[in-house]
T-cell receptor, first 115, second 117 residues
Framework: TQLLEQSPQFLSIQEGENLTVYCNSSSVFSSLQWYRQEPGEGPVLLVT?????EVKKLKRLTFQFGDARKDSSLHITAAQPGDTGLYLC???????????????FGQGTILTVHP | DTAVSQTPKYLVTQMGNDKSIKCEQN?????MYWYKQDSKKFLKIMFSYNNKELIINETVPNRFSPKSPDKAHLNLHINSLELGDSAVYFC????????????????FGNGTRLTVT
């Protein structure tokens, strides 16, 4: 069973601060997805990283996939109240033969950005 | 123009009852899923359907029975509800062509919060 550990579980910061959320596993993933979920809504995909060492930027958000494809990080620069939400990482392992792939979600990081 | 819509949003019921949750997607995707999110926010897959065919059944009690009348709809019926079934249930769809969980991103509905008393 692939497990994804996210840290921290809770993060409460002031507007303008920087933060990093980590997603770690002992398993190797084919790719890793990051989602953001707001209260009362479903998760929305932010980015997919595929190649070891890959870095992707989405405005003030920077995503990195570890060289060994076992971990990932999300860095937010100058956080804003609109960034508040639950951030979920999900690691994907390809299907083999006739079996199906596995998409394992981390337990999430609840981010609160205070004005 | 909601992409993935599920109803109802809230469901409060007593133990032993039978209830259904409906889901529809207008994205033209071939694959739909049911996920369960527990109180600790863990999301776990329950089922996937590809073009009305059950592909993934992830060790879910057989009190849970999904039904897909067509590839745009995936409903979830739950018999004999138990306290432990309380959770938020998410419907999702993706462009994956096989239902075997490819790399395609998931498009989630807004969830149904089920509370069993």
């Amino acid at each position: 069973t692939q497990l994804l550990e996210q840290s921290p579980q809770f993060l409460s910061i002031q507007e303008g601060e920087n933060l990093t959320v980590y997603c770690n596993s002992s398993s190797v993933f084919s790719s890793l997805q990051w989602y953001r979920q707001e209260p009362g809504e479903g998760p929305v995909l932010l980015v997919t990283v595929v190649t070891g060492g890959e870095v992707k930027k989405l405005k003030r958000l920077t995503f990195q996939f570890g060289d060994a494809r076992k971990d990932s990080s999300l860095h937010i620069t100058a956080a804003q109240p609109g960034d508040t939400g639950l951030y979920l990482c999900a690691g994907f392992v390809n299907a083999g033969g006739t079996s199906y792939g596995k998409l394992t979600f981390g337990q999430g990081t609840i981010l609160t950005v205070h004005p | 123009d909601t992409a993935v819509s599920q109803t109802p949003k809230y469901l409060v019921t007593q133990m032993g009852n039978d209830k259904s949750i409906k889901c529809e997607q207008n994205l033209g995707h071939d694959t739909m899923y049911w996920y369960k999110q527990d109180s600790k926010k863990f999301l776990k897959i329950m089922f996937s359907y590809n073009n009305k065919e059950l592909i993934i059944n992830e060790t879910v009690p057989n009190r849970f029975s999904p039904k897909s009348p067509d590839k745009a709809h995936l409903n979830l019926h739950i018999n004999s509800l138990e306290l432990g079934d309380s959770a938020v249930y998410f419907c999702a769809s993706s462009q994956d062509k096989t239902g075997r969980l490819g790399n395609s991103p998931l498009h989630f509905g807004n969830g149904t919060r089920l509370t069993v008393t």
